[in-house]
């Protein structure tokens, strides 16, 4: 029987240190725990970097697990299953806002459509469940971007790591992948995000995430509709809406088990 | 004023739930409790109906206390309840003399085939609408008579009340003993042309007509509850599916509602006359509101539709967990070729035959699971399409739209081949609680809360709605097809 293989062993030990620090951990800390030299732990974390196990802050230079560990060995939220535990929250965010509601979760480098719930007056509208958005140009997408590691916006980077610029659709659509970078860390430190006009203009989006019992962000919930309406006159969201989002994002978090009280 | 707001009491086979509605018809506060299930024997089923009585009462309390809604603020208060279940208690110390039978006990089999005598199971069906089965109330209280000691001669000395649910909470809730047209309806006992209890029935069936209700109108105050909620006036009384009816605002002839749970219950709104169904479907009270003229109602239930869905997770594990059915039929364009008829205790509505026993139909090597999870999600769509050519024969008028609710309308797929396989729109509405909704909507108009049905109309939002994307050539060789497969279920149980 060959023997162990220290270097595994050392980055599973690193993994595990990790799995306790959701926050993330800096590079000394890490050493000092794992009684490893610096230069050997950076390149187990590098290493582990690489292959998607493990991440670092872009700000703190901090450590974590990557999204490819979290979706190792847990079971992916079906779409269908997300739309029947959300179906009465998203019907009364529909009912509160007066507007229409989506939900969204990350289809390759775009937000796939699971649910839609029709504005609540008697206006002609289709269902788009099944349809595909753009992450960038979307709050759905924004806030799936700013929570789910693996969120990349199609289009943002080639193969040899070259930023290209992201394809607009309005003047108002953020097309700099730095610029995009911005405002999904703010979206990530609000916990919500907006956009107004990004993606269709006279529009403005609202949304938040969906959390899962292990954390994880599933999926994103949002309200859609009129400039006029969601936009007040200082060019600043509705925050009455935003209340009305993020409360349904926990509600249907709630649902999923991801708040326990 | 403070917000008002109206309480809607929906006392269900497993649970007893309170829903608040503002009025918009929104959900302001909901509170729930389940209760046990007694099984004392095969095929038994029975409530502890103080239990469920107990239940009531605190869910009503924590509904209004958790979203700081205080007595004075609840306008009115309406019940819907779970149908023919049925309770025997002592008129002056209210314990009940036995558990209340529920709607699913078959203990009344026997019983019913010999109440029907030489006429048959249909022997009372022209007064009442419907058939001699276990279900209905009549034969259940002719059981507690026959079976419970002493009971018949304390019912002909009058110390004992009858009441189906709706009556044992109004009541525990408000002392009256009175029952709604749509409950009253359900006991076989009712004449459904006249709204009183029949002497023809009461004599043959052998129950003294001094232990029953008063048979109300469905919308109006019977009287001022007790306890938490002291002073408001109680102010409707329906059926389960008779509220979601009301709930999904089917106020004209020809509109149909259909509940997706387990299984599917279809109501059709046929105006102020009872249509004597050719085609295996029940007649039925729609609701009537105060002195207006009643409407009536066809009722065609479907036994297995969501639990065929339940079947092929826990039986046979083709899925984890039940909307994962629609993923598993994506992965396909159409059925393959196969057909499921889940007839798992015969056929119901519009066929009736005991004998037929589930196929899955026109197998060959190319089907997958993919195609059987579209076969399970088309065997709820035909059944709907079987009763609702029943109700459009009987009634006459074509149905165009049908307004769905439950748990199932969360499978978009299975909507839009709902929609495909009637060749009609099918539209689910924002509140998905129908049958709170429905009691809520009854007990308003009742004290005035909600002016018109015109104002409960304008509440009423889609929140989706489906078109049918199926060409009329395809539509009739697949249902030829599903014809096929039923006929090979039938003559299955031998006698």
């Known amino acids: 029987m060959p023997g162990r293989i220290q270097s595994i062993e050392r980055a599973a030990a690193l993994l595990r240190l990790l799995s306790g620090a959701p926050q993330g951990v800096g590079l000394g800390e890490i050493s000092r725990s794992s009684d490893l030299p610096k230069g050997t732990t950076l390149g187990i974390l590098r290493t582990l970097q690489h292959v998607g196990f493990v991440e670092q802050d872009a700000e703190t230079g901090h450590y974590r697990l990557g999204g490819g560990m979290l979706s190792l060995g847990s079971r992916y939220l079906d779409g269908n299953e997300l739309r029947a535990r959300a179906l009465n929250w ?172 | 004023m403070s917000q008002q707001y109206i309480a809607a009491i929906d006392q269900g086979t497993t649970s007893s739930r309170c829903i608040l509605f503002d009025r918009d018809g929104r959900i302001v506060s909901v509170d729930q409790r389940e209760h046990r299930q007694i099984f004392p024997k095969p095929g038994w089923v029975e409530h502890d109906a103080k239990e469920l009585w107990s239940n009531v009462e605190v869910v009503l309390q924590e509904a209004a206390q958790k979203s700081d809604i205080t007595p004075d603020q609840v306008a009115a208060i309406g019940i819907t309840n779970q149908r023919e279940t049925t309770v025997i208690w002592d008129k002056e110390t209210g314990e009940p003399v036995y558990n209340a039978i529920v709607w699913q006990d078959t203990r009344t089999d026997d019983l019913a085939r010999e109440l029907g005598g030489e006429e048959g199971q249909d022997r009372f069906r022209d007064i009442c609408g419907l058939p001699l089965a276990t279900y209905f109330s009549g034969p259940k209280i002719r059981w507690l008579l026959d079976n419970v000691e002493g009971l018949r001669e304390r019912a002909e000395r009058g110390e004992v009340l009858f009441g189906t649910i709706d009556t044992w909470v109004i009541w525990n809730l408000t002392g009256q003993h009175v029952t709604d047209v749509t409950n009253a309806g359900r006991t076989m006992l009712m004449n459904l042309q006249t709204l009183q209890w029949d002497d023809t029935v009461l004599e043959a069936m052998d129950i003294p007509r001094g232990i029953l209700p008063e048979i109300r109108s469905s919308s109006e105050v019977y009287g001022e509850a007790r306890g938490y909620l002291a002073g408001t006036p109680v102010a409707s009384a329906l059926g389960d599916q008779h509220a979601a009816l009301f709930g999904q605002t089917c106020f004209d002839p020809g509109d149909v509602k259909g509940t997706y749970g387990t299984g599917t219950f279809l109501v059709m709104n046929t105006g102020n006359e009872p249509i004597h169904s050719e085609n295996g479907l029940l007649t039925t009270m729609g609701y009537k509101l105060g002195d207006e003229d009643a409407v009536y109602a066809l009722e065609g239930s479907i036994a297995v539709t969501g639990s065929l869905v339940q079947w092929l997770r826990d039986n046979l594990g083709l899925i984890s967990t039940a909307p994962e059915i629609e993923t598993l039929a994506r992965t396909v364009d159409d059925n393959g070729g196969s057909y499921i008829v889940p007839a798992f205790s015969g056929l119901f509505a519009p066929h009736w035959r005991s004998d037929a026993r589930g196929v899955l139909a026109g197998l060959t090597g190319y089907v997958n699971k993919g195609h059987i999870a579209r076969a399970a999600l088309e065997a709820t769509a035909w059944q709907t399409r079987e009763v609702v050519d029943a109700m459009n024969a009987d009634s006459a008028i074509d149905l165009t739209t049908l307004k769905v609710d439950g748990g199932m309308t ?81 003559d299955w149980v031998e006698h």
């Open chain 1, 90 to 261: 998203a019907d009364s965010l529909a009912s509160l806002s007066g507007e229409s509601v989506r939900i969204g979760t990350l289809h390759k480098n775009r937000v796939l459509v699971v649910h839609h719930v029709f504005r609540p007056d008697s206006s002609r509208q289709s269902l788009d469940v099944g349809g595909l958005l753009p992450l960038h140009a979307t709050s759905l997408g924004q806030v799936l971007l700013a929570h789910d590691p693996l969120a990349r916006p199609e289009g943002g980077e080639d193969e040899e790591g070259t930023v290209a610029d992201l394809p607009a659709f309005t003047r108002h659509t953020i097309t700099s992948p730095d610029a995009l970078a911005v405002r999904t860390a703010a979206v990530r430190h609000a916990g919500w995000a907006w956009e107004a006009e990004e993606l269709v203009e006279g529009e403005v989006s609202i949304s938040a995430p969906i959390h899962d019992r292990r954390g994880l962000t599933v999926g994103a919930i949002g309200v859609g509709g009129a400039v006029e309406r969601l936009r007040d006159e200082d060019g600043e969201p509705d925050m009455q809406q935003v209340s009305y989002v993020r409360d349904a994002a926990r509600a249907v978090s709630r649902e999923l088990g991801a708040i326990r009280f």
């Open chain 2, 410 to 490: 969360a499978n978009n797929l299975l909507m839009q081949i709902l929609s495909n396989v009637l060749g009609a729109e099918v539209v689910r509405p924002m509140v998905a609680e129908t049958t709170c909704l429905g009691a809520a909507y009854a007990a308003g108009l009742a004290i005035g809360y909600w002016p018109d049905l015109e104002t409960l109309r304008a509440n009423w939002h889609k929140a989706a709605e489906w078109n049918a994307e199926m060409d009329s050539a395809k539509r009739e060789h697949e249902y030829h097809n599903w014809k096929k497969a039923v006929e090979r279920t039938l």
